[in-house]
């Protein structure tokens, strides 16, 4: 007889869609907090300074005739949508992964 408790088994789908709701919550829902923790603040952070290129671009989309062209916050405006898609992927990729490595018993 042994005493470990059953693994809970971790639904892949759900760590998935979690994850592409918000980076870090798939992490939550398969027992990582601390890498969680750390995608969750690096989306924040992505978000947080994405804002303004954001503003810029979205006024020049919608009101060209008003809107200063600034260039380097359409190129800061990119960088933040590849910075936030491949923090999206990796995360969606990790819950995924992580989920099916605890239902397999190798986590």
């Given at each position: ?23 870090g919550l ?77 239902n397999s018993?190798?986590?």
């Amino acid at each position: 007889m042994t005493d470990e408790a059953p693994v809970k088994k971790k639904s892949p789908l759900i760590a998935l869609v979690l994850s592409g709701f918000v980076p870090g919550l798939g992490q939550l829902y398969t027992r990582q907090p601390l890498k969680g923790i750390i995608l969750l603040v690096l989306y924040i952070g992505i978000t947080v300074l994405g804002f303004e290129p954001f503003q810029t671009v979205f006024q020049a989309v919608t009101a060209p005739e008003t809107a200063v062209q600034d260039q380097e916050a359409f190129i800061l405006f990119f960088v933040y949508t590849m910075a936030t898609l491949v923090l999206l992927l990796y995360a969606m990729f990790d819950a995924f992964s992580r989920a099916n490595k605890i239902n397999s018993g190798a986590a």
